[in-house]
């Protein structure tokens, strides 16, 4: 009896130091949990934060008298060599009319943006009945009016230590004050291409250069990878030859990506001469990136179809070609689809193979195919970040939520595809 007693207490005892270790482990795990919860909000309110003020534009109103001894000189209205700018500066001179000073003046014309005559082109071309009227037009302010506007460029600090003097920020405060200065949504961050100035620059090019590449690698790397697959777990005899294979793939899925845009350089660029910069060119490097990870994540959806239904199949009559395609397949797809969404979700936020095959030049246009140039929203991205001017920070962070959102409705895509064909047995 004595020696039960003792074991007892034993067995109560290693019960204890267990349910200590055991709360103690599940402490560990919620503090981690909640570690990266409040490292995620941190990011994700710092982007937030900085993107956000990026989505509204300050916009100055201008009564814009279309003078006919200027866009028609000749009696016909001439758009290639008008000067509308000259328009541009004799409206804002309304408001100002005691500053007469050239240098003065100069300054005050530097509170409109590079951009304001292409909205009075833009306006006369739309109806040219205007000519010889005028009309108030919203012209889109400088970067730096945007910034004090926002608060991003502080009043308070010396005047040789910010980029806009004394003078300029008491005309932008009489602007507001007159109710010329105003802010709206920014169209186009989302309508215009890149650009040297801030207030006009958008990622409307990047956008579609980056869809192309992602059309281009969907059609040609999930065709590719689960025929591979197929083959690889149904087909293929087991020997050395099919074993260097698989090897070799999981090799390929831990290649460092940059290795890829030198792959693309040598092979799509010098040897089959393909438009450089051109997203076909970032269709095909993105489609050897994502290869690797659908053909492992198709096989082991492959793997994860019961045996029964093989041999169910086999034992009714099914060729093994029958077997694959009506019941294998089926019942695998929901996999292989969460393998396709994981590889282009790498594949969209890739940026090294993209600037080895020289998608980092300064496009403006906007691509309207996939031979055209174009960069992607990653290399944007990178270029924004690198840019001196303080307006580019916020349009960087506004770029990384247009991603973020680009990634999810993707994603959300692809979700929707693969509960409309799974399948449960």
Partial sequence: MAERGVARLRVEASLGRRHRREALFRIFGVAATLVGISFLLIFFGTIGRQGASAFVQTFIELDIEFAEEVLAPDGELDLQYADFDSLVRTALRKHFPDVTARNDLRALYRLVSVGAGYRIKDAIEADQTLLGKTVTLSVPAAANVD??????????????????SDRQIAWVDRLVANGTLKTRFNTALFTNGDSREPELAG????????????????????????????????????????????????????????????????????????PRSAPIV????????????????????????????????????????????????????????????????????????????????????????VFDP????????????????????????????????????????????????????
């Fill in 203 to 274: 990622v409307r090019g990047a956008l579609m250069g980056s869809f192309y590449m992602l059309v281009i690698t969907v059609l040609l790397a999930f065709p590719i990878g689960a025929a591979a697959a197929v083959y690889l777990e149904e087909f293929a005899p087991r020997n050395r030859w099919s074993d260097l294979i698989e090897v070799n793939i999981n090799n390929l899925a831990a290649v460092p990506s940059i290795v890829f845009g030198l792959l693309g350089l040598a092979v799509f660029i010098n040897w089959m001469a393909i």
């Fill in 147 to 164: 910034m004090v506007q926002k608060g991003n460029i502080d009043r308070n600090v010396p005047e040789d230590q910010r980029p806009m």
């Fill in 282 to 369: 970032g269709g095909l490097v993105l489609s050897l990136l994502t290869l690797p990870v659908i053909i492992i994540a198709a096989r082991a959806a492959i793997k994860a179809v019961p045996p029964s239904i093989r041999e169910a199949a086999l034992g009714v009559g099914a060729s093994r070609m029958q077997v694959v395609g009506h019941h294998v397949l089926p019942l695998a797809l929901p996999g292989m689809l969460t393998g396709t969404i994981i590889g282009m979700s790498r594949a969209l936020g890739e940026s090294a193979p993209l600037l080895m095959i020289g998608m980092v030049a300064f496009v403006v246009d906007v691509p309207s195919g």
């Fill in 374 to 425: 174009a960069t992607a929203l990653p290399v944007q991205i990178y270029l924004w970040a690198d840019s001196p001017e303080r307006a580019f920070t916020e349009r960087t962070s506004a770029a990384i939520i247009v991603l973020l959102g680009f990634l999810l409705l993707m994603n959300l895509a692809a979700v929707i595809m693969r509960l409309r064909v799974e399948r449960r047995w």
